[in-house]
């Protein structure tokens, strides 16, 4: 499909490899979906380049001659012009520890090669959607300081500019009761046509009246006594307030002393919140992404090594039962082979998703339990307050929704559908033994079911380190 050179450019983004083919097969996936796309084969290339022209989006591999991935990120995020560009790693290497030091270096994605256009693409929008919302962000919060300057002008230039303000502006005058001093309202000496719609009155009935005690009654009383603190302390106020009032509902406001009393500025807020909620989902968006597996939409390995370094800890303190259960699938080699990987992967998706539905629907229901893929056709279960019976009791479950698949599985020397294996381990955790214990006991439970004939549990007994 070729790509209208008239549209719209969707984000200027840099590719850096050392291999052409690699280079020529995205930029031209990236081409034709609208992205303005631009290619070198070397760091030393990428780093001029960038000097030249500043991208959106850098998507960089690591295993490059003279000067790896790492070393580009890291000489980035040491320039000042040049360290806010994102970096995406999109490389071979499908190690924890690359992953980790690619972060480490300042990346904020990773993808693994062989990629998926779809998942690379959803990567890029992510990050290009941050990028706008933060830009109009950054100049909604430049116009509201800039309003903000205003207000600490005379008395005159504040009555020059109230009509043609977009912001709400007015200047209060105490009312003091005569015999003790205090504070009782404030009287209404300027206020603009903004305040006057917010009051729902005209400005000719504002000005000289005593207003504001009862607005905020019913906005929120205990505010006037922070405008009362203004005046008689002398210390300033801002802060946001949730008013609804048309098609605005969120206001920003600064209050300064003025005299025996203060000038205050409201400005409406409203497109700066919706910003800041886009963004927080963004934000949301890509750490979900950052703990779920691509293929089978369950948490991925790096998701359940955290989960079970709290969980470990947890437990240790608690000195509470963790039970894990480790699982693949049988003869899973064969299956690919004969059917072909597009199937192997429909399959994994398949049982990830039974699984996941198998954990969840449980009786009663238990949020910590956690399904993950574990690496290739391998996941992992981890139960939780749950000791060897219960264990069992979620396996049995598992080989049973796996059987009810009945994905058929011609090559297979066990049975003619899709089965699997599955160990199981429970231990006491100690803070004193790391957590790769009980997964080396899992593991040595599922080489037993394997050696045992597959399509089986078996479990790992031993007491605790």
């Known amino acids: 499909m070729n790509h209208d050179s008239q549209s719209e450019n969707k984000g200027n983004i840099l590719l850096v490899d050392d291999i052409p083919e ?8 990236l081409n034709d979906l609208g992205y303005n796309v631009r290619s070198v084969t070397s760091g030393r290339m990428a780093l001029k380049t960038v000097k030249i022209k500043q991208p959106d989006v850098i998507l960089l591999d690591i295993k490059m001659p003279e000067m790896d991935g790492f070393q580009v990120c890291q000489a980035l995020k040491a320039d000042e012009n040049l360290c806010k560009i994102p970096v995406i790693f999109i490389s071979a290497l499908d190690d924890v520890f690359d992953k ?38 950054e100049k909604e919060i430049i116009k509201r300081r800039e309003a903000e300057e205003v207000l600490y002008q005379s008395r005159a230039l504040l009555s020059s500019i109230l009509n043609s303000s977009l912001d709400g502006i007015a200047a209060m005058q105490a009312v003091r009761d005569p015999t003790t001093g205090n504070i009782e309202d404030f009287r209404c000496l300027v206020v603009n046509p903004v305040i006057a719609k917010a009051f729902e009155r005209r400005r000719e009935d504002m000005i000289g009246k005593l207003v504001l005690r009862k607005f905020l009654s019913r906005l929120e009383p205990e505010l006037f006594n922070s405008f009362v603190d203004i005046v008689e302390i002398g210390e300033s106020l801002e802060r946001d307030f949730y008013y609804p009032s048309g098609d605005s509902s969120w ?16 400005r409406d807020i409203t497109a700066r919140k919706k910003i800041e ?39 240790a303190q608690t000195q509470q039962l963790l039970t894990l259960i480790l699982f693949d699938l049988d003869e899973f080699k064969h299956y690919n082979d004969y059917y072909g990987h597009l199937a192997g992967d429909d399959c994994l998706l398949k049982i990830a998703q039974a699984v996941y539905q198998c954990i969840r629907h449980q009786d009663p229901y238990r949020p910590m339990d956690l399904i993950a893929r574990y690496g290739g056709e391998e996941f992992v279960v981890l139960l939780p307050n749950t000791d060897l019976e219960g264990g069992i009791k979620v396996a049995t479950r598992i080989q049973q929704a796996i059987h009810n698949l009945a994905i058929p599985h011609e090559q297979s020397t066990v049975k003619d559908i899709v089965t699997v ?35 089986r549990y078996c479990r790992y007994t031993s007491p605790n380190p």
Not at 251 to 266: E, Q, S
């Open 100 to 137: 980790v030091t690619a972060f480490k270096f300042g990346a904020i994605d990773y993808i693994t090669k062989p990629f998926q256009i779809e998942e690379v693409v959803l990567r890029l929008e992510s990050q290009l959607t941050i990028q706008r919302q933060q830009r109009l962000l």
């Open 421 to 455: 294996s599955l160990g199981i381990a429970s231990i006491i955790p100690t803070l004193d033994v790391k957590p790769d214990i009980v997964i080396a006991y899992a593991d040595k439970a599922l080489y037993d079911a394997k050696q045992q004939g597959r399509d």
């Open 277 to 315: 909620i886009s963004l927080q989902d963004a934000n949301q968006k890509l750490e979900e992404l950052a703990n779920l597996d691509g293929l089978t939409q369950v948490a991925n390995r790096r998701c359940f090594n955290k989960k079970l370094q709290t969980e470990w800890v947890n437990l």
């Open 22 to 29: 690699n280079l020529q097969l995205l930029s031209d996936l």
């Open 251 to 266: 206001f920003h406001f600064v209050a300064v002393k003025l005299g025996d009393g203060f000038a205050i500025t409201i």
